[in-house]
């Protein structure tokens, strides 16, 4: 049986989905302007866990825990359970790591910044302009 997720149609309507629910929640959800951003929700948990002490992030985001559970979920229903990890994986690793420093340390995070204009907050236009200005200058 062929896998649909793996399929080109498969993987555009799982990540319009995706798309769509993700500037959905960004426009209704809790707390406003927060849509899907895990470096935003990672940084939550490690203030959850008592990692920092900055009072205003220390939420256990329950949208990770929906993220764990749905994939295992998922992994159980289509009995997939080896992992893969890809091409060159601790070069993704790596990557991974310095996107969530620069997201969160630099204040810099082109994602939440796209999160934001797709829930209709017309400040993030200029937030995408100084993040592109920004790059533009340190390169």
């Known amino acids: 049986m062929k896998n649909v997720f793996s399929s080109r149609i498969g993987i555009i309507i799982v990540g319009a989905i995706i798309g769509i629910g993700a500037a959905l929640l960004q426009y209704f ?18 203030g959850a866990l008592g990692l ?9 985001r329950p949208e990770i825990m929906g993220f764990v559970l749905g994939a295992f979920i998922m992994s159980a229903f289509a009995g997939e359970y080896k992992p893969r990890g890809g091409s060159s994986p601790l ?3 790596f990557l991974g790591m310095f996107a969530m420093i620069g997201a969160l340390v630099f204040l810099g995070c082109p994602w ?3 999160l934001r ?6 400040n993030a236009i200029l937030g995408i ?3 592109a200005t920004g790059i533009f200058i340190g390169v």
């Open 129 to 131: 302009l100084g993040l």
């Open 112 to 114: 939440r910044a796209l």
């Open 52 to 60: 920092h002490r900055a009072d205003v992030v220390q939420y256990l």
């Open 91 to 93: 070069i993704r690793f």
């Open 117 to 122: 204009l797709a829930g209709g907050d017309g």
């Open 29 to 46: 959800g809790d707390p406003p302007n927060m849509g899907i951003c895990v470096a935003c929700f990672e940084r939550d948990i490690a």
